[in-house]
């Protein structure tokens, strides 16, 4: 299953058909695109396939790509799936970099006392009896999906960059990626509004790339999956930068860094 979206997401481990067909019905009129995963049985397809073959990220590691890459504004799981680890994933979801922005609410039967105190310990951010979830579903996805500042970022990236975000990116260009994280941290630090955006994606590139320079594969797949929910969101010109061309690029050693895995790390350009 290749999943392409091209609207705001909501994931859903809801392996009912009942429930799947509501949620998709009420996320569409919404204005959501619900997503919908099943079982485990997906993330071993997807370490099989040739675009992660080989390279022993494991379960976890696949599922932290997979949510990376569609973003979601919401995650919801069912706890009467028996088909995932449920207690695990929203545990790992709520504590990853690259995910722990993501709202998680969950539903269960009522009577299913140690289901939802166990969510709760996790990190669901709220469960709900089956019967109040379908009831009110229009409401609890509204309530609780985290869209992004659509308005706020696009009248941030006219502002100016920051002093220490230009001397940052001459770094970056200059293939000092340890320097330039420094400067685009500061200027992050000192940047209170959502424009601030910019600065930590461009740093966690630069971390990225950084890594990659030292070979540390494990650490360069991580970054990559924590930056998409920052870069991704700005505008193709936010500051002066051209947001356009730097996704670009990010894909395409991304790829590159998949391509060649943890034992050909060395051989990148």
């Known amino acids: 299953m290749n999943i392409s979206i ?22 569409d009129r919404l204005g959501f695109e619900f997503v919908t995963i099943e079982e485990v049985e997906y993330f071993q397809s997807k370490l099989l396939s040739s675009e992660f073959h080989g390279l022993n990220i494991g379960i976890k590691g696949s599922l ?7 973003k979601p504004v919401l995650i919801i799981f069912d706890l ?4 995932i680890p449920w207690e695990d994933w929203i545990k790992l979801i709520s504590i990853d970099p690259a995910t722990r922005r993501i709202p998680i609410i969950s539903y269960s039967s009522h009577k299913d006392l140690t289901a939802i105190d166990s969510a709760k310990k996790n990190g669901a951010k709220v469960v709900f009896a089956r ?37 940052g990116l001459e770094k970056f260009n200059q293939g000092r990626y340890f320097e330039a994280h420094e400067y685009l941290e500061q200027a992050w630090m000192e940047d209170n509004s959502v424009g601030r955006n910019l600065y930590r994606a461009l740093l966690q590139v630069a971390v990225a790339y950084y890594q990659i ?14 930056l998409r929910q920052w870069l ?28 060649l895995g943890s034992e050909r790390i060395g051989e990148f350009d």
Request: hydrophobic share 40%; charged share 25%.
């Open 80 to 83: 009467n799936n028996h088909s």
């Open 6 to 27: 091209n609207k705001p997401c909501v994931l859903g481990f809801v392996s009912d058909l009942y429930f799947s067909t509501r949620i998709d019905s009420v996320a």
């Open 131 to 167: 019967s109040r979830f379908i009831s009110d579903l229009p409401n609890i996805i509204s309530k609780f999906a985290n869209l992004p500042d659509v308005d706020g970022i696009e009248s941030a990236c006219q502002d100016p960059l920051d002093g220490r975000g230009i001397i």
């Open 64 to 70: 932290l790509e997979v949510i990376s890459n569609l």
């Open 232 to 259: 991704d969101h700005l505008p193709n010109q936010c500051r002066g930068v051209n947001i356009a061309k730097l996704r670009e690029e990010v894909r395409l050693v991304h790829e590159k860094l998949i391509d």
């Open 213 to 226: 320079s030292r070979g540390n594969f494990r650490g360069a797949f991580k970054m990559f999956l924590r």
